[in-house]
């Protein structure tokens, strides 16, 4: 069932269920009473992650809170994607960004992997939540993807697990056309790995293409920025061996 975009939709962490109240935070409350003007009657969409969407009513409004009553589910709720996306950590602005498009596009998990030339070697996680929460809410995506805590890329591939194929990004691929690579890809469980602005060093190359459950593809004769990258090998992976 697609999702209702008419409404306006708020992530919140309560346990949902009919006929309970849910009371935003301030931050919530200070945007439905100040910006929408939200009135009583008003209907709204929630959603926690866990328990489905479900249609909400204004009962009460304050002057810095209000009290929302749900009155029933209208989705239920999906299992998390199971496409794991792997990228290393770019500077503030375009990380926001990063994080957001990838939740748009379908990834479950999120996990930030330091690599020789990454910018940023510790995100800030919470900010990477919130972003995820963020285009969450506005895509109508219900299973809210799982932030990892970075870590190292040597780390991670030493305890990768090889049922999962991983596809990385791989900016000196003898040729421009992914689709070959990508077809030929059998597991049902995918990982994307995007590298930072410098790209992946030749070690890390060398390593990647040495491990039996990596696939390694091109993306076209462009060089791509590493956000611009990532949404394309996103839109790739999907519409060949996803859930498109």
Request: hydrophobic residues 45%; charged residues 25%.
């Amino acid at each position: 069932m697609r999702a209702n975009y008419r409404l306006q939709r708020l992530f919140v962490p309560d346990a949902l269920g009919q006929g309970a109240d849910v009371l935003p935070d301030a931050r919530q409350a200070h945007y439905l009473l100040h910006v929408l003007r939200v009135a009583e009657g008003a209907e709204l969409l929630l959603f926690n992650g866990r328990d489905g969407e479900w249609l909400a009513r204004v009962a009460e409004r304050g002057r810095k809170t209000v009290r929302l009553t749900l009155a029933e589910q209208v989705r239920p709720q999906p299992p998390l994607p199971g496409l794991v996306f792997c990228f290393a950590p770019l500077k503030q602005g375009r990380l926001d960004y990063l994080v957001q498009k990838a939740v748009e596009m379908g990834a479950g998990v999120l996990q930030p992997v330091v690599t020789q030339h990454t910018q940023v070697a510790k995100p800030g996680i919470d900010r990477l939540q919130a972003n995820a929460v963020e285009a969450a809410e506005q895509c109508g995506v219900l299973a809210v993807p799982q932030v990892r805590e970075a870590v190292k890329l040597d780390r991670l591939l030493a305890r990768w697990d090889a049922s999962c194929r991983l596809v990385f990004c791989d900016e000196d691929f003898p040729t421009d056309n992914p689709l070959a690579a990508l077809q030929g890809i059998t597991e049902r469980r995918q990982a994307l790995l995007v590298g930072p602005e410098g790209g992946f060093s030749e070690q890390e190359r060398a390593m990647l293409r040495a491990l039996p459950f990596v696939t390694a593809i091109p993306l076209g004769p462009r060089i791509l920025r590493a956000d611009t990258a990532a949404v394309a090998a996103l839109a790739l992976i999907q519409a060949t061996i996803g859930d498109w």
